[in-house]
């Protein structure tokens, strides 16, 4: 059967994880291989995803106050080593552009890895007085990271993200942004993506190359890996004094702001698939699906399907869109009902509709969920309210059902033997004590290739001993493998 050869085409997650992954990306249709290792394709369907994720992030970063605005793809040299510690660490990811027109150029550009280093130079330039502050901006833009080892969406080398870079008078103004910031990307995952997240500080070796506290979220995928899905950093005032941003405080006296910068990407598309796919594909939740229903009609024994179905199918298209959701007709004549079952069934369509020469005599049509595989015959008056019903079904329990993985796979580790016993066989996120010291970290992560994935910041912490060397720990800590 040719719905037979759609599935194969699949890896099982349990066999091979990451082939599994690789699979759903290729045959979806999400993404292709480009010519340069690393830069990837993302083709119409996942770049369908994209725009609706892109459109949910860009309300949620307006509604906070902010607004967008574009900076230059090409950094001087001179401007990116102004802040040591950020050319540190940046610097091995950076591709140059040293000939232009043919010429070599008077100083190489780098092409932007993330713009703290333009967008400061900016702001030194517009900032002058406190009544300047704050400054609120975020930008939509395409970054370039040499990358060793890449995987579509996960790690490329090109990839797509918003970056916010905020200027405020004070420290504790600057920390408020930066948790507001970490709270919208927790918010938009778990309410859009369906994906729950912690959320917490990085350690001072996580952190990013030149921030004071740096905040993140990170989801917990199928293979027990965690993802970090979103970063929010406080850079205190670094990149201020490196651009040399100063302003006219409120008593006249030269003072220097404080910034953050906070940034999501393509790779959240990444954590989407893991997240949520199955053994069949894809499995998108409602709010984001390019389509949320696809209606395949099915042709009659005999006679055109053109002219007995294909019309109610148009009809009821009208209706549910009307009422404001993404429908699709899928009305190839070169393709049978079972392949196209399979068809968006891998593409992750949350609710399939089939209407056939029988339905049609009852009123009636077949619904169909893509998570539960439940099957309803629906009136067809009233269809477009038993559609909604389950598309927000589906939203809330894809959401329950991610919850139940992350709390199925959180354990805690009383000593280190059990550590490595758990990080060895199943993975997933452990719970346990942490002296503070960056090379006990180290070595866990030597050990193990668990790494501290964040340190919580709501509750009280609650203290105990290192889960490696036994010194006291002041609070517990989350760790993972990560990609
Ligand atoms: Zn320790």
Redesign the pocket.
């Known amino acids: 059967m040719e719905k037979d050869r759609v599935m194969k085409e699949i890896t099982p997650k349990d066999q091979d994880y990451s082939q599994w992954y690789l699979d759903v990306v290729l045959k979806a249709e999400l993404a292709d291989y480009g010519p340069v290792k690393g830069c990837m394709v993302i083709r119409p369907y996942g770049y369908a995803i994209w725009e609706n994720m892109q459109a949910d992030m860009d309300r949620r970063i307006k509604e906070t106050g902010h607004v967008n605005a574009y900076f230059p793809l090409l950094i001087p040299k001179s401007f990116l080593e102004k802040e040591k510690q950020h050319v540190e660490g940046f610097s091995p990811e950076c591709a140059w552009v040293t000939i232009g027109g043919g010429e070599e150029l008077p100083e190489p550009l780098a092409i932007r890895p993330t713009s703290e280093a333009m967008i400061c130079s900016m702001y030194a330039k517009w900032v002058n007085s406190w009544r300047d502050l704050p400054i609120l901006i975020n930008q939509w833009a395409n970054v370039l990271r040499w990358e060793k080892v890449t995987r579509p969406f996960l790690r490329t080398t090109e990839f797509l993200w918003q970056e916010g870079h905020t200027l405020h008078e004070t420290e504790a103004e600057a920390e408020e942004e930066t948790l507001k910031m970490l709270h919208v990307y927790r918010s938009f995952s778990e309410e859009t993506l369906a994906m729950p997240v912690l959320f917490g500080r990085k350690t001072e070796s996580e952190k990013f190359a030149g921030a004071l506290r740096t905040y993140s979220i990170e989801a917990l995928m199928g293979d027990g890996k965690a993802l970090q899905a979103g970063t929010s950093h406080n850079l205190g005032q670094h990149f201020a004094k490196a651009y040399g941003i100063e302003f006219l405080g409120r008593s006249q006296e030269r003072l220097m702001p404080w910034s953050t910068s906070w940034g999501t990407s393509t790779r959240m598309l990444g954590g989407l698939i893991m997240s949520h796919g199955d053994d069949s594909g894809l499995i998108l939740p409602p709010k984001v699906a390019p389509h949320q229903v696809v209606i395949v009609p099915i042709p009659p024994r005999k006679g055109d399907v053109n002219e007995a179905v294909l019309p109610k199918c148009r009809e009821v298209q009208a209706a549910l869109r009307g009422t404001g959701i993404r429908v699709h007709v899928d009305a190839r004549d070169t393709q049978l009902p079972g392949f196209k079952y399979a068809n968006w069934e891998m593409r992750g369509v949350p609710v399939r509709m089939e209407i056939g020469p029988k339905d049609l005599e009852k009123d009636q049509c077949v619904l169909v969920r893509r998570d539960t595989r439940e099957k309803a015959f629906v009136p067809l008056a009233g269809v477009a309210a038993a559609v909604r019903e389950r598309l927000d079904a589906m939203q809330r329990e894809l959401l329950e059902r991610a919850r139940k993985y992350v709390a199925d796979n959180t354990r805690r580790a009383s000593s280190y033997d059990q550590f490595k016993q758990i990080m060895s066989e199943r993975r997933g996120l452990i719970v346990a004590g942490?002296?503070?010291?960056a090379d006990?970290?180290a070595k866990i992560k030597e050990e193990t290739r668990a790494t501290i994935r964040v340190i919580p910041i709501v509750g009280e912490p609650v203290s105990g001993a290192?889960?490696?060397?036994?010194?006291p720990?002041p609070t517990e800590v989350y760790f993972a493998q990560a990609y």
């Open positions: 942490w002296c503070g010291e006990c970290e290192c889960v490696r060397c036994g010194k720990s």
